[in-house]
């Protein structure tokens, strides 16, 4: 057994490798080694855990099963999953840590006196403090992954669920669970704990559905914050250190990262942290393409068009990672620079499912990280360039979100693709982008439309410059 100062040593070095983690998490250039200081820190927490138990009884060799166990299941799908997927794999881990907590707090409040926190029915007043917001978040955080790993994987449609009064009955629900806990910390009585549990499975639900498919990265992030607060309130409960650390580390920065993606998208802060924000839903997004015909080309007409031109940039988008077009796209910007074309690469914050999502991708086919440049960086260029090369971005580059105050990404700042003095935009078809918007570049003068799967387009384009 390892002595209770020995033990805080080791989780400090932990806590302070977490914070390291995160710091080198913030570049692509330092992020394998954020990964690495992470990992360690992990591997440091669970083993010092383990070490003040003291005694091993068949209970811990039935934790260390399941640690083995669940571990395994957990590289297998991390090495399987497709980074196309790697968003709906992280809401479901997210609804994992809620569903954790949610069953520790169940576990503190049925079986009090195994985690030295009273008897059943004296439990310590802030133990029961503690175990209720962690359980409360936990929920949300369970339900609302749920929600969002449905909405990404096109089992649930990603367009808004929008009733009347849905705010309103969010708000009450949101007091019915202050109400409860104030009750059940008075009380300590079982069905105070079990309705407060199971509306706050409800809110979760609530929070998310009115959220569109354009602004789920935000949504990511979001319910990455809350299942921080969550491991964070149940680390009370546990008086875990390392685990009030860790949470409250995961918690902080996702709703630091939250807030400045939705600076950068134009939206509420308060609104998404509330559920729901957007235009309406039911505009009609087909009437474009009724009107007005497209102007679309071939693999030769693009290279035509990129070998004329003297300045190129890229911009990529959830297309380019369901066709895993990232390294076919490195070899024809390599053509490009040896006929002296200059090539830049354009990220929306919100580009793909997830933040992060287009860097990683990028990364993996070894883009150099100083020719990927985010939207403010980049948006003025637009206007002095000769070709834009949009692979499967596609709401993140509509126009309509500057002019249309009725539609779901109005207000939300895009990509100036549209000042570029010729597009290319390679897409399968003309269908509406996540968010369920037609997008208006498809139509314009300048912009010829490359029908085909993103990779196979894009290594014609190599084979034709």
Known sequence: MISANLSAIFYLISGILFILALRGLSSPETSRQGNFFGILGMIIAITVT????????????????????????????????????????????????????????????????????????????????EMSIGAAV?????SGSI????????????????????????LILGILIVILIYFLCT??????????????????????????????????????????WAAAGIGFTLENTALIITGA?????????????????????????????????NADTGKKKDQKPVKSGNAEDAAFLLKNASSVIIVPGYGMAVAQAQHALREM?????????KVSYAVHPVAGRMPGHMNVLLAEANVPYDEVFELDEINNDFANTDV??????????????????????????????????????????????????????????????????????????????
């Open 333 to 341: 910007v390599d053509s490009l620079k040896k006929n002296d074309i």
């Open 147 to 170: 929600i969002a790993f449905l909405k990404l994987r096109g089992i649930m449609s990603g367009s808004p669920i929008i009733f009347k009064g849905q705010h309103f009955l969010n």
């Open 50 to 129: 383990f070490l003040t138990v003291g005694n091993f009884s068949t209970a811990t060799i039935y934790v260390l099963l399941f640690l083995v166990v669940g571990g395994a299941i957990g590289a297998f799908i991390a090495f399987k999953i497709p980074m196309t997927a790697m968003p709906e794999l992280v809401a479901g881990f997210h609804s994992l840590v809620g569903l954790a907590a949610v069953f520790v707090a169940i576990s503190a409040f049925l079986n009090p006196q195994a985690f030295n926190l009273g008897l059943p029915g004296n439990i310590k007043f802030a133990s029961l403090i």
């Open 187 to 228: 009380t300590q009585s079982d069905s105070f704990f079990w309705n407060m549990i199971v509306i706050s499975f409800l809110i979760g639900v609530l929070l998310i559905i009115p959220i569109g498919g354009a602004d789920m990265p935000v949504v990511i992030s979001m319910l990455n914050s809350y299942s921080g």
């Open 388 to 465: 834009a090369f949009v692979i499967g971005a596609n709401d993140v580059t509509n126009p309509v979100a500057k002019t249309d105050p009725q539609s779901p990404i109005y207000g939300m700042p895009v990509l100036d693709v549209e000042k570029c003095k010729s597009i290319l935009f390679v897409k399968r078809s003309l269908s509406p982008g996540y968010a369920g918007v037609d997008n208006e570049l498809f139509y314009r003068d300048n912009t010829m439309m490359l029908f085909a799967d993103a990779k196979k387009m894009t290594e014609d384009i190599v084979k034709n410059i």
């Open 249 to 281: 580390l995961v918690g902080s920065s996702g709703a630091i990262l939250s807030y400045i993606m939705c600076k950068g998208m134009n939206r509420s802060f308060f609104s998404v942290i509330l559920g729901g924000f957007g235009g309406d839903s």
């Open 138 to 142: 936990g929920a949300i955080t369970f």
